[in-house]
T-cell receptor, first 112, second 110 residues
């Protein structure tokens, strides 16, 4: 069966520090991968998605970047965090056909 | 035209009551999805709808794909405390991306 792992679960970082959040998927190959951000427990905003290794599409301009160094690994990064980067970050994967969208358990990021 | 309008924003109900929430858009969709997010967790798919007029149930949950293909409804019958969470409608766009509504926060009082 397929599983998605996301870590860390919580993170407190100072303004201006770098960020690296990692997401991995097991039990499938060539998944579509996604990074979402959720502010204040409300709607989810799509940040990045990837349909293959090295293929990254950005939905909104921001202080973040994403990379996919391996087929089942998706990384969200920042060189210098801003206060506005605080939020709940969710990784997700899908097989590319049908509504098989599975989310990770999320990372709560607080920038102080 | 691609924004999903979800209502109500929040609901406070007593255990045992029925719940109804809806999602609308100015655009026509081919798929409606309903997700539930428990506190501190990622959303989980509840129901997927593929055809206009389709009515689908999952236990105490029932969702319908509107005839106009511009709206969808989710009903929860006989609510229980574990129904607490945020309920999202969502639609698929190209590349299997999902666009979500703003969510309905449900609180169930025992």
């Amino acid at each position: 069966s397929q599983t998605i792992h996301q870590w860390p679960a919580t993170l407190v970082q100072p303004v201006g520090s770098p960020l690296s959040l990692e997401c991995t998927v097991e039990g499938t190959s060539n998944p579509n991968l996604y990074w979402y951000r959720q502010a204040a427990g409300r709607g989810l905003q799509l940040l990045f998605y990837s349909v293959g290794i090295g293929q990254i599409s950005s939905e909104v301009p921001q202080n973040l970047s994403a990379s996919r160094p391996q087929d089942r690994q998706f990384i969200l990064s920042s060189k210098k965090l801003l206060l506005s980067d605080s939020g709940f970050y969710l990784c997700a994967w899908s097989p590319g056909q049908g509504p098989g969208y599975t989310f990770g358990s999320g990372t709560r990021l607080t920038v102080v | 035209g691609q924004q999903l309008n979800q209502s109500p924003q929040s609901m406070f109900i007593q255990e045992g009551e029925d719940v109804s929430m809806n999602c609308t858009s100015s655009s026509i969709f081919n798929t409606w999805l309903w997700y539930k997010q428990d506190p501190g967790e990622g959303p989980v798919l509840l129901i997927a709808l593929y055809k206009a007029g389709e009515l689908t149930s999952n236990g105490r949950l029932t969702a319908q794909f509107g005839i106009t293909r511009k709206d969808s409804f989710l009903n929860i019958s006989a609510s229980i405390p574990s129904d607490v969470g945020i309920y999202f409608c969502a639609r698929e766009t190209s590349g299997s991306r999902l666009t979500f509504g703003e969510g309905t926060q449900l609180t169930v009082n025992p």
